[in-house]
């Protein structure tokens, strides 16, 4: 199992440019998140997908779309990107179990926007 | 509301012991979590503790839990270079879709 994979692992934008980051998860799980870490302030929720068809607002969600093109596939969209996007962007889908739930993080994406 | 927070660096000497503290808001949360995160990578989940619980241990890892006080911290025994990391305290919240609710983490130096 590759986990949660992202694609860019880098990308430098200009203010206005817009792009798409790709998320996909091979371990059959329902639930989605895209998040962003900023440095002193932990992760932040963008937008989630509780299960494949679905998505909702998290914490930050101003300026970013998503899709659940599957219920492998998530992905986030900045149409017109600002510098207040720089940021690490981090995919991250759930297990539910009986008990504890664990989320799985993939490798992230370092967007600067200048 | 929901807030998780921790100190934001933490510097020991190799072999020393090693306490990441945590407080967090939610009292309904069932689980907590402590996550790392090693440079360049994404989070991984260390170890959880289940709220009844007031202690767990695994091999080098104790996390403590103080409900009254919802205080949470993670000791690392004996640390190691390559324990080196961030590592993020985190509660379980329902209002989306069970997302984690993370502090802002832990920077942890271990010197040689």
């Known amino acids: 199992n590759a986990g949660v994979t992202q694609t860019p692992k880098f990308q430098v934008l200009k203010t206005g440019q817009s792009m798409t980051l790709q998320c996909a998860q091979d371990m059959n799980h329902n639930s989605m998140y895209w998040y962003r870490q900023d440095p002193g302030m932990g992760l932040r929720l963008i937008y989630y997908s509780a299960s494949e068809g679905t998505t909702d607002k998290g914490e930050v969600p101003n300026g970013y779309n998503v899709s659940r093109l599957n219920k492998r596939e998530f992905s986030l969209r900045l149409e017109s990107a600002a510098p207040s996007q720089t940021s690490v962007y981090f995919c991250?889908?759930?297990?539910?179990?009986?008990?504890?739930?664990?989320?799985?993080f993939g490798p992230g994406t370092r967007l600067t926007v200048l | 509301g929901e807030d998780v927070e921790q100190s934001l660096f933490l510097s020991v000497r190799e072999g020393d012991s090693s306490v990441i503290n945590c407080t967090y808001t939610d009292s309904s949360s069932t689980y907590l979590y402590w996550y790392k995160q090693e440079p360049g990578a994404g989070l991984q989940l260390l170890t959880y503790i289940f709220s009844n619980m007031d202690m767990k241990q695994d091999q080098r890892l104790t996390v403590l839990l103080n409900k009254k006080d919802k205080h949470l911290s993670l000791r690392i025994a004996d640390t190691q270079t390559g324990d080196s990391a961030i590592y993020f305290c985190?509660?379980?919240?329902?209002?989306?879709?069970?997302?984690?609710?993370f502090g802002a983490g832990t920077i942890l130096r271990v010197k040689s």
């Open positions: 985190a509660e379980t919240n329902r209002e989306y879709g069970n997302k984690l609710v």
């Open positions: 991250a889908s759930i297990r539910v179990g009986l008990d504890y739930n664990e989320q799985f």
